[in-house]
């Protein structure tokens, strides 16, 4: 069998009841002990007007990252791309590669990373873009990061600044399959976000994914790739880390019912679960329990299940905490139990 890689995505949390300016530290320090740790990316999340989150430019923290630690690929997980100029965004993107060669992912994703009120501002003047048109930003997305726009193209003969930068590496996110079909016809990546709400997501999602795939011509990635995004928390005990996890997952409430705030204290967490409605306790319950939460060798025999059900070798893993040094303990025992460093 070969053996599994580890990755991150890091939503950036504000940590501690800090401030988000905080978070973003945190985040560089996260990255850092990542690299030394031996995982093999770390995705930087993107969120607007979002008090628990701290990144809303994600292409700014990859700069950052990469300049700060030595072998690690540093990307996006993802940008959003119905907020934004395709060519803008391949611009940023050959920038960094340029500055960071063979370092660079670009994962982007239509979700919009918000609430309704920023994605407005974010297209203000305009207005937002609609999900019909989201094909057409891909498609432009992917000719312009490839710096290799079609013959009969709107903006065909346009180069992308800088012309010599190899293109990033490409992949779209998403937690069910209706990604799968545009990711196969434009030779991008696939990451299934399993992390993101608790139905069931089928094997076949990946597995009708390669069987679409048409590589790009140019492209480095001439066969299909794909990886799975779990939730994972590790702690010496099981009992501790479904504590741990209770933050996160009453964020996860509260959001659903329009309430934005900050990650509160797992025990406090535990407190107020009690004073939740029963539908609303019901959702804590499924949604923690959607999480891999338990001792470093538990989580990995959980992770090794789920990359042999959707036959990947990459599973990229998200933990958000209360406390930061609960959430780094968490990736250094899991970086053990697998052995990254071997």
């Not at 939503?11 to 009841?17: E, T, V």
């Not at 800088?162 to 196969?184: K, Q, R």
Request: proline content about 6%.
């Amino acid at each position: 069998m070969t053996k599994l890689k580890l990755s991150v995505v890091d939503q950036s949390p504000a940590h501690d009841g800090n401030s988000q300016t905080h978070g973003l530290q945190r985040t560089l320090e996260l990255a850092k002990t990542c690299d030394e740790l031996g995982y093999h990316r770390y995705w930087v999340a993107e969120h607007h007007a979002t008090p628990s989150y701290s990144s809303p430019c994600p292409e700014i923290v990859i700069g950052q990252i990469a300049a700060h630690t030595k072998r690690i690929k540093v990307g996006s997980g993802g940008i959003m791309l119905s907020h934004y100029s395709p060519y803008k965004v391949a611009e940023v993107f050959r920038t960094l590669e340029a500055f960071f060669p063979g370092r660079i992912d670009l994962g982007f994703g239509r979700a919009p990373g918000g609430a309704e009120l920023p994605s407005r501002a974010l297209a203000y003047p305009n207005t937002p873009v609609s999900r019909e048109s989201y094909p057409d930003l891909v498609e432009a997305l992917v000719g312009f990061a490839d710096n290799q726009i079609p013959d009969g193209h709107a903006f065909s003969g346009l180069q992308v600044t800088p012309t010599d930068s190899t293109a990033p590496e490409l992949w779209t996110l998403g937690s069910a399959a209706g990604s799968i079909e545009l990711a196969a016809r434009y030779g991008v990546g696939f990451v299934l976000a399993l992390f993101i709400g608790t139905h069931e997501r089928p094997a076949e999602i990946i597995s009708k994914y390669r069987e679409l795939f048409k590589p790009r011509a140019g492209s480095l990635m001439q066969t299909p790739q794909a990886m799975i995004s779990s939730a994972v928390i590790c702690a010496d005990s099981s009992e501790e880390a479904k504590l741990l996890a209770a933050s996160h997952t009453f964020w996860k409430i509260q959001a659903s019912n329009g309430i934005r705030e900050g990650i509160r204290p797992p025990e406090e967490c535990m407190d107020l679960y009690k004073q939740l409605s029963p539908s609303d306790q019901h959702t804590f319950d499924i949604t923690r329990d959607s999480m891999i939460t338990g001792t470093p060798e538990y989580c990995r025999g959980v992770l090794e299940q789920q990359a042999a059900f959707y036959d990947v070798d990459e599973v990229v893993v998200v933990a958000v905490t209360h406390n930061f040094e609960k959430r780094r303990e968490s990736y250094e025992k899991l970086a053990q139990a697998f052995d990254l460093n071997a």
